[in-house]
């Protein structure tokens, strides 16, 4: 199987690009932590790398690009050395930092990319013996055990005394359907819009009845520049409609404008009714403080 030992090349960097949160930056850094490959059908690879920093081997993982659903998992053998823990190579670089373990490379990888006090590492198995943890005794572990995994993790720390982690619930008490820590982290994160969507989110800033404009006549934007003193021209492609619909067309959005104006300034947003940089636009609740839309029923900011 012909591999390349680095590339963003894969199902695994498609996946993570449909969310904001992952820039260029953070994936360049994530890639510099963890050195990611890919096969020849865009698989990810994530590489085992020991102490000494070489590649023992890797898993490969076949996931869906637009879900982030793993439909299968492979190890692709570097060479005869036993599998070490992912990111082992990590801890001479940070040695006093507190380390988080998980089971699956993903999941390291992923929840690396966000504001922790932690270290990610993974074992890469579920059947983990004592053995296999040696390079953590003495540190500071927190374990993330996937949901359903936390009394089996108990067990097998109260069979291993030399070992002081400590096992996080944090799963056992979520109530959604995800399996792991980075899919819960995952699931509330705003996804990158789409270049439409984009669009009309500028269009929104630049000038609010603009873009009520679009959502009234259902229009499609096709183009739109901002200068320099925020002020939209917006290129757009009207759907075709009848004759005789287009002034009862007019009529509504007037009423729609009317009405939408005498509470834009004042979201529907549980948490942002009363926020002064808060308005009601095209695709939900606008914060102006993040500039970004958010969830209806949620405020981000603190304010």
């Known amino acids: 199987m012909k591999t390349e030992v680095t590339s963003f090349n894969s199902s695994f960097f498609e996946y993570l690009c449909g969310f904001a949160w992952f820039g260029q930056d953070k994936l360049e850094a994530m890639m510099k932590r963890y050195p990611i490959g890919a096969t020849e059908q865009n698989e990810p690879i994530f590489w085992h790398i020991d102490a000494e920093h070489k590649i023992t081997n890797g898993r490969v993982v076949t996931m869906d690009s637009e879900t982030g659903k793993v439909y299968d998992e492979s190890l692709y053998y570097q060479d005869g050395r036993p599998m070490c823990l992912f990111g082992k190579h990590l801890l001479t670089t940070f040695p006093s930092q507190t380390v988080a373990l998980v089971k699956d490379e993903m999941t390291a990888a992923i929840m690396s990319c966000f504001p922790t006090p932690y270290v990610w590492l993974a074992t890469g198995k579920n059947d983990v013996t004592p053995a296999d943890l040696t390079p953590l005794e003495g540190k500071t572990v927190i374990v993330f055990p996937d949901k359903g995994e936390y009394d089996r993790w108990k067990e097998f720390l109260h069979a291993a005394p030399s070992l002081q982690f400590h096992v996080s619930d944090v799963m056992e008490k979520s109530q959604s359907d995800c399996q792991n820590i980075a899919q819960v982290i995952l699931s509330q994160q705003p996804l990158r819009p789409t270049e439409e969507e984009a669009t009309l989110m500028k269009m929104e800033e630049a000038n609010p009845n603009l873009a009520l404009l679009v959502k009234a006549l259902d229009l499609k934007v096709v183009s739109m520049s901002v200068g320099e003193e925020a002020t939209a021209n917006a290129g757009m492609k009207s759907k075709a409609f009848p ?61």
Do not use: F, M, P
């Open 243 to 303: 004759s005789s619909t287009v002034q009862s067309k007019g009529e509504e959005t007037l009423q729609a404008i009317k009405s939408e104006q005498e509470k834009r300034w004042r979201g529907w947003n549980q948490k942002c009714h009363q926020c002064d940089q808060s308005h009601e636009g095209i695709n939900g609740t606008y914060c102006g403080k993040l500039h970004r839309y958010v969830e209806y029923g949620k405020g981000y900011c603190g304010r």
